[in-house]
């Protein structure tokens, strides 16, 4: 059994938005009642359509924003009790890379200074050669130092965006989209940086993507999250779902429009309001199995640590 980094139960966010001049408030559970465990060392990968959640549980993982409920622990700390200073140090073992390299850099800076920034934000002293040792970790030559981001291919962007994210030496980073814009030969090289910095650097995985491809490739195991909740960990990538939803997503591919990620073929019926979701499983409007029981009780997700499953009529 790998040793937990990431500690999560129970965790659960609920969005206030309207309230507007002519708007009523209106709540909607964006994670609801998420636990598990990540391993040190672990990728894990976490997949679902857009809107599922797969960010909003990212940034509460790293406490950049306020659980509604749940606990999250690190390393045997508990976050959500940790007072601001003590949540700042934790914060430096923690570290995100972005889905989109253009804009996560600032093009006024030279990559010297986007390097810098994180040391200089902690108040840590940068030794000299620091930058260079940095840029070449990642794979480019100390010589681009000087450069800055427009000068810079995609590809080349998000080398400096992982350079960044590994600055203060984190043990664990949320991986948002990482080669989501980039073209697909490039994608597989960041994919190949990211895995051999792991082996090199020990580091800890959180995945989140789009491309199950590129999930079944990279990660060790897959949490599928359908408007909010976990409806399946994949034990590993080999291992059949058991879960509709799954395998429907298996089964098909995502809408190439990002803002319009829904599973496309495989699935009628439409996704529940996250505004008022239904007394049920979420699932049911869409599941070729679903039964009056799925209708009416919430599956919760089965015991079996090894490969658990949110539903009544599993495969
Ligand atoms: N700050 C916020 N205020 C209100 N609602 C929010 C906020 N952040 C996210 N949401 C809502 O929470 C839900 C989950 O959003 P989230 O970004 O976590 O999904 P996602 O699975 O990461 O989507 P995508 O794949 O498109 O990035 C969405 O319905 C979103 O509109």
């Known amino acids: 059994m790998i040793p937990a980094l990431v500690q999560i139960d129970g965790?659960?966010?609920?969005?206030?938005?309207?309230?507007?001049?002519?708007?009523?408030?209106?709540?909607m559970l964006a994670v609801r009642d998420v636990s598990l465990t990540i391993g040190?060392?672990?990728?894990?990968?976490?997949?679902?359509?857009?809107?599922?959640?797969?960010?909003?549980?990212?940034?509460?993982?790293?406490?950049?924003?306020?659980p509604t409920s749940g606990r999250i622990s690190?390393?045997?700390t508990d976050l959500t009790g940790l007072a601001p200073a003590a949540l700042r140090q934790m914060r430096r073992r923690m570290a995100m890379v972005f889905q989109d390299p253009y804009s996560s850099l600032d093009p006024r800076y030279s990559l010297a200074e986007v390097l810098a920034e994180p040391f200089r934000v902690h108040g840590q002293a940068l030794p000299p050669g620091t930058v260079?040792?940095?840029?070449e970790a990642v794979g480019l030559p100390a010589t681009l130092a000087a450069s800055h981001p427009h000068q810079l291919s995609g590809g080349q962007r998000q080398r400096v965006?992982?350079?960044?994210?590994?600055?203060?030496?984190p043990d664990f980073v949320v991986l948002d989209e990482p080669t989501a814009s980039l073209d697909v030969s490039i994608q597989a090289q960041i994919i190949a940086l990211l895995a051999d910095l792991r082996d090199r650097l020990g580091l800890t995985y959180l995945f989140i993507s789009h491309d199950l491809g590129l999930v079944r490739y990279f990660c060790d195991r897959v949490l599928v999250m359908y408007l909010g909740a976990v409806v399946e960990v994949l034990p590993d990538t080999r291992t059949a779902p058991?879960?509709?939803y799954t395998r429907a997503l298996m089964q098909s591919n995502f809408a190439p429009d990002p803002s319009q990620r829904r599973v496309i073929a495989a699935l009628t019926?439409?996704?529940?309001?996250?505004?008022?979701?239904?007394?049920?499983?979420?699932?049911?409007?869409?599941?070729?199995?679903?039964?009056?029981?799925?209708?009416?009780e919430r599956p919760v997700l089965s015991d079996d640590p090894a490969h658990p499953v949110a539903c009544f009529h599993p495969q």
Do not use: N, W, Y
């Open 74 to 76: 690190f390393d045997g």
């Open 269 to 296: 019926g439409e996704i529940a309001s996250p505004f008022a979701l239904p007394p049920g499983c979420a699932f049911a409007t869409r599941c070729p199995l679903a039964s009056d029981r799925c209708r009416a």
């Open 132 to 135: 260079e040792a940095m840029l």
């Open 242 to 244: 058991r879960h509709p």
């Open 11 to 27: 965790l659960t966010k609920r969005f206030q938005t309207g309230g507007g001049f002519l708007s009523r408030p209106r709540a």
């Open 40 to 66: 040190k060392g672990e990728v894990l990968g976490v997949v679902g359509e857009s809107g599922c959640g797969k960010s909003t549980l990212a940034r509460l993982v790293l406490r950049l924003i306020e």
């Open 161 to 169: 965006g992982i350079a960044r994210a590994l600055a203060l030496r």
